[in-house]
């Protein structure tokens, strides 16, 4: 069982940067991909930046060029640094994580409950 708990969002104006960090505790064995989504009001989710055990990163194209995704896997985190932001870019993030089970079974965990981050006009 994984626990997931983001953290950093809140309210920026246009142009702005903030840095959201995802924690992941629980019983496993190694955390695997790592990912960061967001949903805002009435829209479906979409998901923003991935990242792989091996340091691979994979953004939406909303978001290339102004968000990177970074991992310590010293500290089971996941961050998600946005610069330039976006009124658009108003939504709940959420992170999400695979790890390998002591059993060594690959699962994935659901998303965490996510940090508000609103960017005003």
């Known amino acids: 069982q994984v626990q997931l708990v983001e953290s950093g969002g809140g309210l920026v104006q246009a142009g702005g940067s903030l840095r959201l960090s995802c924690a992941a505790s629980g019983s496993f064995f190694s955390i695997n991909g790592m990912d960061w989504s967001r949903q805002a009001p009435g829209k479906q989710r979409e998901l923003v930046a991935s990242i792989t055990s091996g340091g691979i990163t994979n953004y939406a194209d909303s978001v290339k060029g102004r968000f990177t995704i970074s991992r310590d896997n010293a500290k089971n985190t996941v961050y998600l640094q946005m610069n330039s932001l976006k009124p658009e870019d108003t939504a709940v993030y959420s992170c999400?994580?695979?790890?390998?089970?002591?059993?060594?079974?690959?699962?994935?965990?659901?998303w965490g409950q996510g940090t508000q981050v609103t960017v005003s006009s």
């Open positions: 999400k994580v695979v790890v390998m089970t002591t059993s060594r079974v690959y699962v994935s965990s659901a």
